[in-house]
């Protein structure tokens, strides 16, 4: 089992900036691609961005430029690091890990999860 914990979620205005971490226990060697997903009210979770263990990244379109995923293999912690905030960027966060080694899109596909954090952007 793999337990991931996130944190770094809060309100911030337009155009700020917020770094969500999410550290990873249990038995970590089984994961290999890690993600940040996001769930909006009366919206589908949808993948914001992934990494696998060696570094290869994927993002959605809305984010790229915006936000950067990092993972530190030693620390067991995945971020995420979020820059010129928009209010459609509002959803809570949920980080997520998988065995398989490529980052798919669908939720369905990973394995573990974390509790999610609220991020609230005000316009």
């Known amino acids: 089992q793999v337990q991931l914990v996130e944190s770094g979620g809060g309100l911030v205005q337009a155009g700020g900036s917020l770094r969500l971490s999410c550290a990873a226990s249990?038995?970590?060697?089984?994961?290999?691609?890690m993600g940040w997903y996001r769930q909006a009210p009366g919206k589908q979770r949808e993948l914001v961005a992934g990494?696998?263990?060696?570094?290869?990244?994927r993002y959605i379109d809305s984010v790229k430029g915006r936000f950067t995923i990092s993972r530190d293999n030693a620390k067991n912690l995945v971020i995420l690091q979020m820059n010129t905030l928009k209010p459609e960027d509002t959803a809570v966060y949920y980080c997520?890990?998988?065995?398989?080694?490529?980052?798919?899109?669908?939720?369905?596909?990973?394995?573990?999860w974390g509790q999610g954090t609220q991020v609230t952007v005000s316009s």
């Open positions: 249990g038995s970590i060697s089984s994961i290999n691609v």
């Open positions: 990494i696998t263990r060696g570094g290869t990244t």
């Open positions: 997520a890990a998988k065995s398989g080694w490529v980052i798919t899109m669908m939720p369905s596909g990973y394995d573990y």
